[in-house]
């Protein structure tokens, strides 16, 4: 595994972490919480079949869907 593919593999585990981390007070938290670890899942299972350059549009893909769920959008 190159540096690059190192550094994009610890970015992707970084935004699956994020998206598993809600505020447990937040009234829609067990809703949200599945709904995120539903995409993780399927973001950590793609990675490791697809190809290593796909890491980093992973973990973009992820993070962008995370941003939107936040502005209120369904993910």
Excluded: C, F
């Excluded at 550094?7 to 970084?14: A, H, P």
């Excluded at 938290?29 to 796909?54: H, N, P, Q, W």
Aim: glycine share 6%; no cysteine; hydrophobic share 40%.
């Amino acid at each position: 595994m190159s540096g690059q593919e190192a550094r994009e593999l610890r970015e992707l585990l970084s935004v699956v972490v994020e998206a598993l981390t809600l505020p447990h007070d937040l009234e829609d938290y067990d809703a949200r919480l599945l709904r995120r670890a539903s995409l993780a899942k399927v973001i950590a299972g793609e990675a490791l079949v697809e190809k290593t350059e796909s890491l980093g549009w992973n973990a973009d893909y992820l993070r962008n869907k995370l941003r939107a769920e936040e502005r209120g959008e369904q993910l």
